[in-house]
């Protein structure tokens, strides 16, 4: 269902942590983050000015795409394995892929609509501002490369500690999508998981968990501390809601991911897209940081 933690392990195998690239892309990532934690107070300004998004949504209503989602999408393909009969393994991945990939793009249709009728501003409250995409682009790029290293570290703890738990054998597998783009030689399903990777997964992923969760979350921390920070007695307040809204959404992503070794970097990962969301009020940010990660991911497992 998830492609955003797809073969990351196998990125890092690929390159080689000690290899000139990888090292390279840590260094410029760790003194962009250095940075940025210097310019920020250590994070603790690093919201201070952003706002909320101003919406009617209900607290209940960003699950209603989500059910729809795993509801459907999981009867649709169980129906149509009954009725397609016998077919070749790659076949009956590239039917429940294409299935997938139908599923999704309705749900994203369903989203649109939904917050078209919620937020203020339409569309580009939600943050889908076609005018701010060539900005977007650009800091999609800075914002992953300083949050990669981070990955990189959830990755070395989790080996380390699954060492430690479940013995020396303990490994971090690789995404079942790209078992198939490296199992099946078929064009047809490389092309189809592809799409999927760039294109569709990060579109409705962030469009549901930062654009419908995250924001809901926050509305609620909203109502419960209407009055902005002013002084650091008052604890949780407005700025704080950014940050809280964006662990809690955090936290849900991970959890719909089945695959448990892969949640503490893909929770490091989702920490940056739902901060690139409040920071910059623009949902393109996000979908481009997850599209450029599977895009990375995808390179890697082709060229081994």
């Known amino acids: 269902m998830i492609f955003c ?25 760790l003194i962009i983050f250095a940075v940025w934690l210097l310019k920020t107070s250590w994070g603790r300004k690093s919201l201070a000015d952003s706002r909320p ?19 459907a999408g999981s009867l649709a393909i169980a129906i149509a394995a009954k009725l397609a009969g016998d077919l070749q393994q790659w076949q009956k991945a590239f039917l429940d892929n294409f299935i997938y990939f139908v599923t999704a793009i309705a749900v994203t249709v369903i989203v649109i609509i939904l917050a078209r009728a919620t937020f203020a501003r339409r569309l580009k409250g939600f943050g889908l501002n076609v005018r701010t995409i060539h900005k977007d682009f ?10 990669w290293p981070l990955v990189i570290a959830a990755l070395i703890v989790t080996m380390f500690f699954g060492k430690l738990i479940y013995g020396q054998d303990f490994a971090i597998e690789q ?22 990777a760039i294109l569709v997964a ?26 902005p920070v002013l002084n650091k007695a008052e604890g949780f307040q407005t700025r704080h809601s950014a940050w809280l809204s964006i662990l809690i959404s955090s936290a849900l992503f991970v959890i719909v ?33 997850h599209s450029f990660f599977n895009v990375v991911t995808i390179i890697a497992v082709l060229n081994q």
């Open 257 to 289: 991911h089945t695959d448990i070794a892969h949640w503490p970097a893909l929770f490091v990962l989702s920490l940056c897209l739902g901060y690139s969301y409040e920071k910059s009020g623009s949902l393109f940010r996000p979908i481009f940081i």
């Open 5 to 29: 933690m797809m073969g990351i392990f196998q990125s890092l195998k690929q390159f080689g942590l000690g290899g000139i690239v990888a090292g390279i892309l840590c260094l410029a990532g």
């Open 138 to 147: 650009l800091a999609a790029v800075i914002n992953l490369l300083a949050t």
């Open 53 to 71: 998004r101003r919406n009617n949504m209900p607290f209940y209503l960003p699950f209603v795409p989500l059910f729809i989602w795993v509801i």
């Open 175 to 196: 995404h079942e999508e790209l078992e198939l783009i490296t199992a099946y030689p078929q064009l047809p399903l490389r092309i189809l998981i592809v799409v999927l």
């Open 202 to 227: 990060p579109l409705i992923e962030e469009m549901l968990f930062r654009g419908l969760f995250q924001t809901m979350i926050r509305s609620v921390l909203e109502i419960r501390n209407p009055k």
